[in-house]
């Protein structure tokens, strides 16, 4: 991305589809209705809160809070730390002009996530996205739906 503006980024976005990874589909782990909220602290900070449900865990509750901020000028490349010691780098690599979605990644392109502002994203913006992931290298056809709405 050329360039990100990070308060349009800022409220709650909804996971609407990943690449399968150990935190959300390891071995008794089914994560179903997560969410990422970003809250600019007063001190200028931006925080996330990850929040998601365990489907085979009878719907236990998973809460993470961490810090975000910008790795480049452009704020498209960002850092992630989670209890003062994890760090990980965080890539928008997609975004409707709207900022109604977005495709966000890793370096490895072992971890991709879509987020949109509402639970679920129509068909061709889905496309899209995984369009774009194609093009930047990550195995799109591994991308699962995350499901939202799911009650226990």
């Not at 200028?44 to 810090?67: D, L």
């Not at 490895?108 to 068909?123: F, V």
């Amino acid at each position: 991305m050329a360039q990100v503006d990070l308060d349009r980024l800022l409220g709650t976005w909804f996971e609407v589809a990943r690449l399968p990874n150990l935190e959300a589909d390891g071995f008794g782990q089914h994560s179903v209705n997560v969410t990422a909220t970003y809250a600019k602290r007063s001190d200028g900070r931006i925080t996330v809160q990850t929040v998601s449900y365990n489907a085979k865990a009878k719907m236990r509750r998973t809460e993470v809070n961490g810090m975000v901020q910008p790795a480049d000028p452009s704020n498209a490349k960002l850092i992630l730390r989670f209890f003062k010691l994890i760090r990980g780098d965080l890539w928008v690599i997609g975004l409707d002009p709207e900022y109604r979605w977005a495709l966000m990644g890793t370096p490895s392109r072992r971890r991709l996530w879509l987020i949109a502002r509402t639970p679920q994203l129509d068909p061709a913006d889905h496309e899209q996205a995984m369009a774009i992931a194609s093009a930047q290298g990550y195995d799109s056809a591994r991308v699962r739906t995350t499901p939202q709405g799911v009650e226990a």
